[in-house]
């Protein structure tokens, strides 16, 4: 159990508060809810530009890193379709020093054309090296569009392409900022060594100052159901031929999602998983094989990707899988093996407890779902799934005309 407490600043900052004496660390997250599905169709890849710019210096600190390894601190952050986390931990001694040390820049950020440049040019960098210079590294640079034809999920977080990240002013960037880095559209979470009155009087003097946005509510296209399967080849520079399988799901709100996750584990935690077992250790079509669901807010995807032996066809892979998916829809899973699936969940969900960092990550994320308490309610949540619902499930998700497949043809 999770015990917290939830503070509102009156600028609209929420603050998470959990004590664990048996620790000597404390750990900070700021979670902005705003993610690559925010970002205007003509000017994307600005919510993990700003992941970068956040470490560019602010108006008192100018070099974030310095202040933070002087701290004692280990920090991060990262960019999804959904959100902008930042997150870092420390002695929990130093509790103020990282207070000041976020509020200074969710406060102002020191905005130049020196500092945009430079993220900017790491950011190209990143976007070349990892997306476009490496083997399956442009997959949701195709898979997105492929899956997606109006919801801004149609676009991956690094963005649609350079250019948008070439041509962001000054001016851009600025507006972006102040329209999303404001603690109305922020959750402060703190975890560790700490005490809940400490914090929120910290919170109030380094975070209470700084003025609410005025953001509009967040509208956005919804995607329609997919009614006719589609597909893309590619050929390109990569090891071996390989595929990636979307099918369309619903979102984290849904009831339907812990399910479909479950449906993941089913298909390939593990080498005991089905997809392993049939297709890479018995039938040996693949090398590797996996099945995850992205997480999206909003309706996302089931994937299911996997690297052929030389020699296979896409055909025989995607009939192996086919099958493997009917068994699903006609079969409910044996007792033994929604046991397993229940215990694997359950000690991957405790063993999270007891990091302070996962803790302050979970809450700060639960809250912006419309609960943190649910925290310490997901075990029996994913406890009560049964094999009736899995196989329900396995019926509305597997669909032929809501694949989207992309095929990697090797030269």
């Not at 994913?382 to 030269?411: C, D, P, W």
Request: with cysteine; glycine share 6%.
């Amino acid at each position: 159990m999770i015990h917290f407490h939830k503070h509102t600043l009156s600028n609209g900052l929420r603050l998470l508060v959990h004590e664990n004496p048996h620790t000597q660390l404390a750990a900070v997250n700021l979670l902005y809810d705003v993610g690559a599905r925010d970002e205007d169709p003509q000017r994307t890849g600005f919510a993990h530009l700003f992941e970068h710019l956040m470490f560019g210096g602010s108006v008192n600190i100018p070099n974030y890193d310095e202040v933070a390894q002087q701290l004692g601190a280990e920090n991060n952050a990262f960019t999804n379709n959904d959100i902008t986390n930042y997150y870092l931990s420390f002695p929990a001694n130093n509790l103020e020093t990282a207070f000041w040390l976020e509020s200074d820049r969710m406060f102002r950020l020191d905005f130049s054309e020196r500092s945009l440049e430079v993220q900017r040019q790491v950011v190209i960098e990143e976007f070349k090296q990892r997306y476009l210079n490496q083997p399956y590294g442009d997959v949701w640079l195709k898979l997105r569009p492929l899956a997606y034809q109006y919801h801004p999920y149609k676009w991956a977080t690094i963005g649609k392409e350079i250019r948008h990240i070439e041509e962001a002013t000054l001016a851009d960037v600025e507006a972006f900022f102040y329209k999303h880095y404001r603690p109305d559209n922020c959750i402060l979470s703190v975890a560790g060594n700490v005490n809940t009155a400490e914090v929120i009087r910290l919170a109030e003097k380094w975070f209470g100052p700084i003025e609410p946005g005025n953001r509009p509510p967040r509208v956005l296209p919804v995607e329609p159901p997919q009614l006719v399967a589609r597909s893309l080849h590619v050929t390109a520079p990569v090891p071996v031929d390989a595929f990636y399988r979307a099918y369309p799901m619903p979102g984290r709100h849904d009831d339907a999602y812990p399910v479909c996750d479950l449906l993941s584990d089913v298909l390939s935690r593990g080498k005991s998983a089905r997809l392993y077992r049939s297709l890479v250790k018995e039938k040996q079509l693949l090398t590797s094989v996996n099945a995850y669901v992205t997480g999206d807010q909003d309706p996302g995807l089931f994937v299911i990707t996997g690297n052929l032996v030389k020699g296979i066809t896409h055909e025989e892979v995607l009939e192996a899988v086919e099958a493997e998916l009917e068994l699903l829809k006609n079969h409910p899973i044996p007792s033994e093996e929604l046991q397993k699936l229940h215990n694997n969940i359950e000690a991957t969900m405790l063993f999270a407890e007891t990091s302070v960092l996962n803790v302050a990550m979970n809450l700060g994320y639960f809250e912006l779902l419309g609960d943190a308490g649910q925290i310490n309610r997901e075990v029996a949540r994913y406890a009560a799934i049964g094999a009736g619902e899995i196989q329900f499930q396995s019926h509305a998700l597997f669909q032929a005309q809501k694949a989207n497949t992309l095929y990697y043809h090797a030269e």
